[in-house]
C-alpha cells in the first residue's frame, strides 16, 4: 500500500508533464536563444559526438531525424530568431518536381547540375548561341565563381502572368535561362534561340554566386550579392518577384550579429517546397534558416513574402576564418557547410543545434556533395583549397559519415596557390561529381594548380576507398565545376570548362576526351545543362550555350 500511495501521485505529475508537453507543441515554443562566449569553448555544449550513433539516432517519422544532445567541447553557438517563430523543416528526398536547375547544383544533394538526357554516342560541341553582358567598372562582366545559370520551364500559366516579353509566352517550348552576372545585372533568355526573354534585372552591384529558382515553380527569385559597389552597406541576399522584376526584400549581410563584417552571400539558397522554409550561409559567418511566408495567387497574380529569420552564430575553437562561401547541402533535417577556416558542421535545424564540428584545416568554398548509401546513411565528399597553407600545400579530399563526422577515406594532392594583393588559389575550388549509372561508384575532383601553377588534374576516386580509377592530367587548371551528362541508357559523360577557356566533353568512364571548344576566356562559371543544352559565362562578358551533339 505504501508503494501505490507513492506511485499514484509520481503518475499524477507524469501525466501533467506530458499534457503540458503536447499543449506547448500545438501552441508553439520560443526558439531559445543559446548564447555562449566564442572564446570559452569549453563551456557546455549541445551536439553529437563523433562516434557511433546507432543508439543516439532515431527515425521518428520518414522526413525526420533526432539526436541526443551531447558535448562539442571545441564548439560554441548561438541561435537567435526573428519574431520568436518556431522554424521547422525536413526536405523532402525530390528537391522539385519543376523540370530544370533550379539552385547551385540542382538540388539539396547539391548533386544535380544536369537536367534530362543526352543523345546517345556524344561527338562534339557546338556553340549554338551568344550574348554579351555589360560591364562593371571593377568586376568586368560575364560571370566568375560560382555563377552557375538556373533554367526552368515553367507552367504556362505562370508564364503568361510575368513580364516575359509577348513572343514566349504563347511558346510552348519555352524554357527560360536566368544569369547573374558580374555586371550587376540578372539576364534571362529563351534556352532555345538566346534571345533576351523579359528586361535585366539591374541591383547594381557584382553577382558573384549563383542564382536560384523556386522549387515550387513559384515566380521568385533568390540573388546573393557579391560586392558592395553602390555603398559599403547596400549588399545582402535578395529575394525578387518575377512578375514583374521587382525586389520583394532584402536579408542585410551586415550583421551586428556576426563576428565578421563583410556581407557577401556567394551561397546558393535551398527552399524547401514543402514547409516555405530557406537555408543560406553568408559570408559573414552566419547561417540563416528562413520561413519565407509566402503568399503567391494565380487569380489575383500576386507574390509576397514576409521572413522570419532564425540565425545561427557560431566559434570552433582556433578557427578565427568566418565565412560561408559554398552552398548548404541538406539531407532530411540536417544542413552540413564548411568555412573560410575549413572547418566542416552538421546542423539539426528542426531543433536549432549543432550536430557536430570538425576542426579546421584549410579554406573550403567547394559545396559538399551528398551520397545517400543503403537507403539511410548520408556521406559527404569534400575538399579543401590551398590557401592558409601557404604558396604550396595539399587539396585534402574526403569523405565524411554525414550522422557521425567520422572521416571514412581521406587522399592529399599537392597543389600551388599565388598569394599577394590579387591571390589565385589552387586546390579544391570546383565542387565535386557524385556519379551515377555507369559511374556510380565513383567521385570526380577538379584539383587547381597541379602539378603546377598553368595546369590541372580531373579525377575519378572509387567512393568505397579513395583510391584513384582514373585520371586527366588538364592542360590548364579550373575552378569550374565539372558537371555529368547521361543518355537514356545510362552511358556517363563529363563537361569541363577551364582558366583558358576552353570547354571539354569527356567519357565518364575513363576520362579520355572526346571534344573540345574554345570559348575565348577564363571560365570560372560552372555550367548548368538542359537536355543536351550546355549555358556558361566567361570572365570577358560573354555568356553561351553550348550544343552536346551526336553528329
Known amino acids: 500500500m505504501k508503494e501505490i500511495k507513492l506511485f499514484m501521485p509520481m503518475l499524477f505529475l507524469a501525466l501533467l508533464l506530458i499534457v503540458g508537453c503536447y499543449k506547448a507543441l500545438q501552441t508553439g515554443v520560443k526558439v531559445p536563444v543559446i548564447n555562449v562566449n566564442p572564446e570559452s569553448a569549453k563551456e557546455l555544449q549541445v551536439g553529437l559526438k563523433q562516434k557511433d550513433v546507432n543508439d543516439q539516432l532515431t527515425k521518428t517519422y520518414s522526413n525526420i531525424l533526432t539526436f541526443k544532445q551531447q558535448e562539442i567541447p571545441h564548439l560554441s553557438y548561438k541561435v537567435v530568431a526573428d519574431k520568436d517563430k518556431v522554424i521547422q523543416t525536413a526536405f523532402p528526398s525530390t528537391y522539385s518536381e519543376v523540370d530544370g536547375v533550379l539552385t547551385f547544383r540542382g538540388n539539396h544533394f547539391r548533386d544535380q547540375p544536369a537536367f534530362g538526357y543526352i543523345q546517345a554516342q556524344p561527338k562534339q560541341l557546338l556553340q549554338a548561341w551568344e550574348f554579351t553582358t555589360k560591364r562593371s567598372p571593377d568586376w568586368g562582366g560575364g560571370a566568375g565563381w560560382t555563377g552557375q545559370p538556373a533554367i526552368i520551364k515553367w507552367d504556362n500559366d505562370v508564364v503568361k502572368m510575368m513580364n516575359v516579353y509577348e513572343e514566349f509566352k504563347n511558346k510552348s517550348s519555352f524554357v527560360e535561362v536566368v544569369y547573374g552576372s558580374l555586371d550587376g545585372r540578372i539576364y534571362f533568355f529563351d534556352l532555345q534561340s538566346g534571345k533576351p526573354s523579359r528586361p535585366p534585372i539591374n541591383i547594381g552591384n557584382a553577382i558573384r554566386g549563383s542564382v536560384a529558382l523556386d522549387p515550387r515553380g513559384y515566380p521568385l527569385l533568390y540573388v546573393g550579392q557579391g560586392v558592395p559597389q553602390t555603398s559599403k552597406t547596400d549588399i545582402g ?71 522570419a529569420i532564425m540565425k545561427y552564430r557560431y566559434h570552433i575553437k582556433g578557427n578565427l576564418h568566418y565565412g560561408i562561401e559554398n552552398s548548404l547541402a541538406a539531407y532530411k533535417n540536417v544542413i552540413w557547410f564548411a568555412d573560410n577556416g575549413g572547418s566542416i558542421q552538421a546542423v539539426d535545424v528542426n531543433a536549432n543545434r549543432p550536430i557536430w ?23 559527404l565528399y569534400t575538399g579543401t583549397e590551398v590557401d592558409k597553407q601557404g604558396k604550396k600545400g595539399v587539396a585534402r579530399l574526403r569523405k565524411i559519415n554525414g550522422l557521425t563526422g567520422n572521416e571514412i577515406w581521406s587522399i592529399s594532392y599537392p597543389a600551388l596557390t599565388v598569394k599577394g594583393k590579387n591571390p589565385v588559389n589552387g586546390g579544391l575550388l570546383a565542387t565535386p561529381i557524385n556519379g551515377k549509372h555507369e559511374i556510380k561508384n565513383m567521385v570526380i575532383y577538379t584539383i587547381a594548380r597541379t602539378p603546377s601553377l598553368e595546369k590541372g588534374l580531373l579525377v575519378a576516386l572509387d567512393k568505397q576507398t579513395g583510391k584513384e580509377i582514373w585520371r586527366w592530367e588538364m592542360p590548364s587548371y579550373a575552378w569550374s565545376s565539372p558537371v555529368d551528362v547521361y543518355d537514356e541508357k545510362g552511358n556517363a559523360y563529363l563537361i569541363q570548362a577551364d582558366s583558358a577557356g576552353m570547354m571539354y566533353l569527356l567519357s565518364g568512364k575513363d576520362g579520355k576526351v572526346i571534344s573540345k571548344i574554345n570559348l575565348g576566356h577564363n571560365i570560372e562559371a560552372s555550367p548548368a545543362v538542359y537536355n543536351d543544352m550546355v549555358v556558361i559565362a566567361t570572365r570577358a562578358q560573354k555568356i553561351y550555350s553550348v550544343k552536346i551533339s551526336s553528329q
Do not use: C
Open 237 to 307: 541576399l535578395r529575394i525578387f518577384s518575377l512578375i514583374d522584376g521587382k525586389q520583394l526584400t532584402m536579408i542585410p549581410g551586415i550583421d551586428p550579429l556576426a563576428y565578421r563584417k563583410w556581407g557577401a552571400f556567394g551561397s546558393s539558397p535551398l527552399i524547401n517546397r514543402e514547409t516555405d522554409t530557406m537555408v543560406v550561409g553568408g559570408e559573414n559567418g552566419l547561417m540563416y534558416h528562413i520561413k519565407l511566408q509566402t503568399n503567391f495567387s494565380k487569380e489575383k497574380k500576386t507574390v509576397t513574402v514576409n521572413p
Open 357 to 379: 564540428a570538425l576542426p579546421k584545416t584549410d579554406d573550403t568554398d567547394a559545396t559538399i556533395v551528398v551520397d545517400e548509401e543503403n537507403g539511410d546513411t548520408p556521406y
